[in-house]
């Protein structure tokens, strides 16, 4: 179980929360995660009842189906997640995407998307990478070009979480190619438009229950009125939305590497070796002892930034330090438990396996660690 205790974020009301968050996962996640892992895809009907349980999208406006919450509770359900070494792709909807259709979508679309979002009857994708363009979302290729009260989209997306799950998918496109970012716009594209195609399930490294995909469009008719805000202004969109995505990133990775630390100590404690338990050993004790150190500095920050956050004060420059941090911890905290695991933690029936191959893309998506480097460089 993660310990919360002297953690500053939270209060009396969230911890009862964190309660209903886990009795919630010890019936309806922990029992499926294998199953999951094998299949490449969480069930749909794990997003109904998680939606059921009031899990999914606890920001939205009591108007449209939501608890109207703010951000610490999101928080929560990621650390949580992540702890219990799930990739299910819920916090995408959560923390992402949904934001978008708060912030920026048309009355029309709140009320058609938003409750299906919080029920988990709509389950939502967003499509930024393609693949000749990762972090540099000004490069992007796909179009969507006005034809009539129409959007012609024609391009291809690549390394989509919920791909296959994704009733509706925000897809990044250029409506202008001739204006560079400012002519990067938001389109709505859903499940059974025709010409709009999935590709395979991807074949990852780690995050195997997350449905990652290939997404075609061609020749994709979809309405004007399925731009998500003003035409041109998606890239200020993203822009916009990025704290918010790389905070929750940050939050997985602080959890992930507790719950590896946490999995070494047990481990460690339990497994004999040379007529003593492998925790005995100075170097073992001193690994551990520096890793714990590093952890209690992290949930610091980590309270710091959600705090910051709820606040309205979070900057780019801060939420890309977050991410660096706590990323590059989860990474460090993961090997160092696989490599105190010795044989054991290469094979995959320990968690440690699972832990360790999943953490590897969080110094990736949502902007790679050098990137991140980058963003916070400019700030000084």
């Known amino acids: 179980m993660l310990s919360t205790a002297g953690r500053t974020a939270y209060d009396a009301d969230l911890d009862l929360f964190r309660d209903q968050v886990r009795k919630f996962f010890d019936k309806e996640l922990y029992p499926h995660l294998d199953r999951w892992e094998e299949a490449g895809i969480v069930d749909r009907d794990f997003w109904k009842a998680y939606g059921a349980a009031g899990l999914l999208c606890p ?39 949904v934001d978008y259709i708060i912030n920026y979508g048309s009355e029309e679309q709140k009320q058609r998307l938003l409750p299906g979002m919080v029920s988990g009857e709509i389950i939502t994708a967003i499509a930024m990478t393609e693949p000749g363009t990762g972090s540099d979302l000004q490069g ?60 395979r399930n991807l074949d990852k490294v780690g995050q195997n229950s997350a449905d990652t995909s290939e997404l075609f469009f061609n020749d994709v008719r979809v309405p004007i009125t399925n731009c998500l805000g003003e035409e041109g202004r ?32 047990k481990f460690t404690k339990d497994r004999k070796a040379f ?76 968690p440690i396996a699972r832990l360790w191959r999943d953490a590897r893309v969080q110094r990736i998506y949502g902007g790679t660690s050098e990137i991140m480097k980058e963003v916070v460089a400019r700030s000084i």
């Open 59 to 97: 920001q939205v406006p009591a108007e449209y189906g939501g608890l109207g919450l703010d951000y610490r509770y999101n928080a929560v359900i990621g650390e949580e997640l992540s702890y219990a070494g799930s990739s299910a792709g819920v916090t995408l909807q959560s923390d992402i995407t």
């Open 140 to 199: 992007v290729k796909t179009t969507a070009i006005r034809d009539g009260n129409h959007y012609v989209l024609n391009g291809s997306k690549t390394y989509i979480t919920n791909g296959q799950n994704a009733d509706v998918v925000i897809v990044v496109a250029k409506t202008d190619p001739s204006l560079g970012s400012k002519g990067i716009s938001l389109i709505l594209v859903e499940r059974g438009t025709q010409g709009f195609e999935r590709g």
């Open 234 to 265: 998606g890239f200020a969109y993203l822009m916009n939305q990025l704290a918010q995505e790389r905070l929750q990133i940050a939050i997985a990775g602080q959890a992930g590497a507790q719950r590896a630390f946490d999995e070494a100590v």
């Open 275 to 350: 007529g003593q338990s492998i925790f005995d050993f100075q170097n073992t004790r001193f690994t551990l002892a520096a890793l714990k150190a590093k952890l209690q500095a992290g949930w610091a920050h980590l309270d710091w930034a959600i705090a910051r956050h709820v606040a309205g004060k979070l900057d780019a420059a801060e939420a890309s330090a977050a991410k660096l941090f706590h990323t590059e911890l989860q990474w460090e905290a993961c090997d160092i438990a696989l490599q105190l695991h010795g044989g054991a933690g290469y094979m995959n029936e320990y």
